[in-house]
T-cell receptor
Framework: GAGVSQSPRYKVAKRGQDVALRCDPI?????LFWYQQALGQGPEFLTY????????KSGLPSDRFFAERPEGSVSTLKIQRTQQEDSAVYLC?????????????FGPGTRLTVL | GENVEQHPSTLSVQEGDSAVIKCTYS??????FPWYKQELGKGPQLIID?????GEKKDQRIAVTLNKTAKHFSLHITETQPEDSAVYFC????????????FGTGTKLQVIP
C-alpha cells in the first residue's frame, strides 16, 4: 500500500512569508508526528497527534509554528513569518496505534529553504 | 529530557567488513531503542529495534546490543555491502503512551566496494 506522502517536496520562501506543509499518513494510522531535521542532524520532535487531538506540541520552536489534523487523517504544519533559522527538512511520520513501541513510518520530507 | 549521543559521525569500511555504531542515552527510564537508516532524499526507515528487557537482537546481518546499566547500545552490521551506505540514527524512547523518540546525531556509513 501507499506510504506516508508529503507535499511539496521542496519549498523556497522569502523571509516573512507564511508556508503550509502537508502530510498524508498511512490510511488508518492513529498517530501522526512532525519532526524538524536540520542539515547534518537527527530529526527533532515537534508535535504529536492522536487522531485529531494534538496531545503534545512541546517541540514547536515558537508560536509561529502551528499544526492541525482536523479530521484525524491529513495534517498540515504551518509556519508564519518564516525566518532563516526555519530552513530545514520537515518530516512527518505515522504509526498504526498510540503505543510507545509501534513502528513509525516516515515520509520523504519537505525541504524548506528560507531566503 | 532525554539526550542521545552517537559515535562515530562518519565511518568508512571495506565491503565485507563489519561496521559498529555506538550510542549512549541519559534517561534511565527509556525502554525502547529503534535504529533508522536514512538514504539521501528519503525519510528515516526503521531497520531494527530493541526493548529494555532484551540484551541483544539479531536480524540477518544486523544486530543490536543494549547495556542498561551503562546506558549504551550499539548497532552491528556484518558483511557490509555497498547498499548499506547511508546515514544511520539511533534513538531512545521512554514509556507512557505514544512513542516520543529522541534521535542521535547520525553516522554516515560509507561501504567501499
Amino acid at each position: 500500500g501507499a506510504g506516508v506522502s508529503q507535499s511539496p517536496r521542496y519549498k523556497v520562501a522569502k523571509r516573512g512569508q507564511d508556508v503550509a506543509l502537508r502530510c498524508d499518513p498511512i490510511s488508518g494510522h492513529v498517530s501522526l508526528f512532525w519532526y524538524q531535521q536540520a542539515l547534518g542532524q537527527g530529526p527533532e520532535f515537534l508535535t504529536y497527534f492522536q487522531n485529531e487531538a494534538q496531545l503534545d506540541k512541546s517541540g514547536l520552536p515558537s508560536d509561529r509554528f502551528f499544526a492541525e489534523r482536523p479530521e484525524g487523517s491529513v495534517s498540515t504544519l504551518k509556519i508564519q513569518r518564516t525566518q532563516q533559522e526555519d530552513s530545514a527538512v520537515y518530516l512527518c511520520a505515522s504509526s498504526i496505534r498510540d503505543s510507545s513501541t509501534d513502528t513509525q513510518y516516515f515520509g520523504p520530507g519537505t525541504r524548506l529553504t528560507v531566503l | 529530557g532525554e539526550n542521545v549521543e552517537q559515535h562515530p559521525s562518519t565511518l568508512s569500511v571495506q565491503e565485507g567488513d563489519s561496521a559498529v555504531i555506538k550510542c549512549t542515552y541519559s534517561d534511565s527510564a527509556s525502554n525502547y531503542f529503534p535504529w533508522y537508516k536514512q538514504e539521501l532524499g528519503k525519510g528515516p526507515q526503521l531497520i531494527i529495534d530493541i526493548r529494555s528487557n532484551v540484551g541483544e537482537k539479531k536480524d540477518q546481518r544486523i544486530a543490536v546490543t543494549l547495556n542498561k546499566t551503562a546506558k549504551h547500545f550499539s548497532l552491528h552490521i556484518t558483511e557490509t555491502q555497498p547498499e548499506d551506505s547511508a546515514v544511520y540514527f539511533c534513538a531512545a524512547s521512554f514509556p507512557g503512551g505514544y512513542q516520543k523518540v529522541t534521535f542521535g546525531t547520525g553516522t554516515k556509513l560509507q561501504v567501499i566496494p
